[in-house]
């Protein structure tokens, strides 16, 4: 029964709903946990020892950060910057790539695309011109980006986490993988629409964004420290709900700055619930077992598997499934460090494969562009299977 319910739970998470039911995956993981509370596959004094507060603690922290720079405008004022640079339709495309791929390394990638997918369609569509390729660019660079950092993305929040590994190790390791994916994510959108990329832009007036300049520089120190905290070797987690804190000291309406991604925190809690059920009952070990001849090539293997499992089960579920045996492998640094590249990347393959693809995808068929699971496979293929292969390769060479 125990299995029955774990696999049910895995699939509705990896569909993203139930036929003939309003559920998604956050309804999916909670009713999925409750079922294996219930059945005692996992007792309740398990259940609360399987959520990882320090993970859900984090996700917060920078949930309200995301919240306060949206609130002040520093989003307007990125694309704003974007817009007055570009000159040619590969340059504009380049800046989307790099602001999307380096504001998803320093915030969660999520977050990014749901604030800058509006810009792309709006700005596209006021210079006429194929807005689909700025948007796969977006959504691929925002999954590249978020390589780079424990911070970057919910599952490497998760790994930052369990290994323990410091935030500038951490940036060291993958930092490299996620500038090159970066420029080979620009690379193969552009070959891949090369009649969007061979006519002029159009110039057109641009209006002055608005910004609320004592929050915008308020959010801006309080980065800045968290940065200096992060590189200064300090706890990430409690620096981070540190500097959510203080910038809920304030005048404006608590509701405003708690609208944060509840659905998410609670996706979290049910998903551990179910990874814990799955520790205890041992599938996790025989799972491991099962496969162990298959890691002894070390990053490769790892990678493989990481990469075919995140498109089956999602990422964040394909992470919580190997986070009990990474410490067995004979390098854990190495592994987690794998585990985090090739289940992040993992996300490009298809336009379902991470949430930062859907979030694109949903906001733009609200504003009339449809991107479709085709014209994002023709891209995601070959940026997923070439940034892998350059993580396998740094990681093999130089990380130890």
């Not at 509705?12 to 009713?31: C, D, E, Y």
């Not at 399987?50 to 307007?76: C, K, P």
């Not at 992060?230 to 706890?235: E, I, R, S, V």
């Amino acid at each position: 029964m125990s299995l029955v319910i774990i696999l049910f739970t895995y699939v509705g998470i990896a569909i993203g709903r139930v036929p003939s039911l309003r559920m998604n995956r956050t309804s999916i993981a909670l009713v999925g946990a409750a079922a294996l509370i219930a059945i005692q596959a996992i007792t309740q004094q398990q259940a609360l020892a399987s959520i990882d507060i320090g993970t859900i603690l984090l996700l917060f922290a920078f949930m309200v950060l995301n919240v306060n720079l949206r609130l002040a405008g520093f989003f307007n004022l990125v694309g704003y910057h974007v817009l007055r640079l570009a000159r040619t339709p590969r340059v504009l495309l380049a800046l989307v790539v790099l602001a999307s791929g380096v504001l998803s390394a320093l915030f969660l990638n999520d977050t990014i695309c749901l604030l800058f997918t509006p810009f792309v369609v709006d700005l596209t569509k006021r210079l006429k011109r194929n807005p689909i390729p700025y948007l796969i660019g977006l959504a691929t660079a925002a999954n590249i980006g978020s390589t780079a950092t424990i911070t970057g993305n919910p599952q490497n929040l998760i790994i930052g986490q369990a290994s323990g590994i410091s935030y500038v190790h951490f940036l060291a390791a993958l930092g490299p993988i996620a500038l090159l994916g970066l420029a080979v994510a620009w690379l193969i959108v552009v070959l891949m629409f090369r009649d969007e990329f061979r006519t002029p832009l159009a110039q057109i007036d641009l209006p002055e964004p608005t910004y609320y300049r004592p929050l915008l520089w308020r959010c801006v120190a309080v980065v800045i420290g968290l940065l200096v905290a992060f590189l200064g070797g300090l706890p990430i987690t409690s620096s981070a709900f540190v500097a959510a804190a203080l910038l809920l000291i304030t005048r404006l309406r608590p509701q405003k700055m708690l609208a944060l991604e509840w659905d998410l925190l609670a996706f979290f809690i049910g998903l551990f619930i179910v990874t814990g059920a799955i520790e205890v009952t041992g599938v996790s070990k025989s799972l491991y077992h099962a496969v162990a001849p298959l890691l002894q090539s070390g990053v490769p293997a790892l990678s493989g598997l990481t990469l075919v499992l995140s498109n089956l089960v999602s990422n964040v579920p394909a992470v919580l499934l190997f986070r009990p045996e990474i410490p067995n492998f004979p390098n854990p640094t190495q592994a987690w460090l794998t585990l985090a590249m090739a289940s992040t990347l993992a996300g490009n393959f298809t336009l379902l494969g991470s949430v930062a693809n859907l979030i694109v995808a949903e906001i733009a068929a609200a504003r009339d562009v449809k991107l479709t699971f085709w014209a994002y496979l023709r891209v995601g293929v070959p940026v997923t299977l070439l940034t892998t292969l350059i993580g396998v390769i740094y990681l093999s060479l130089f990380v130890k």
